[in-house]
């Protein structure tokens, strides 16, 4: 049996991996950085809001897609550690 995502789930899983397509167009020696980045990110959102907190996803996604849009940036090279 298929379990189906729903819409909020599809968006998540939609931002994380344009968080990691947009890590493939920085330079070589910065892509790993860009991807711990995005997977910390997503790890402290997972831990701040519930599964059915959908407030408090929508608003994460919001943010995150902001900061995808600044990482996407070409002028954006690399990103320092935590």
Do not use: N, W
């Not at 959102?45 to 519930?50: P, Q």
């Amino acid at each position: 049996m298929v379990r189906r995502l729903s819409g909020l789930q599809r968006d998540v899983l939609r931002l994380y991996r344009d968080c990691l397509r947009a890590a493939r167009a920085k330079p070589e020696e910065s892509r790993p950085r860009f991807r711990a980045l995005a997977r910390r990110e997503f790890e402290r959102g997972i831990a701040a809001a519930g599964r059915a907190d959908v407030g408090a996803i929508e608003h994460l996604l919001r943010i995150g897609r902001r900061r995808l849009d600044q990482y996407r940036q070409p002028s954006v090279r690399d990103v320092t550690g935590p």
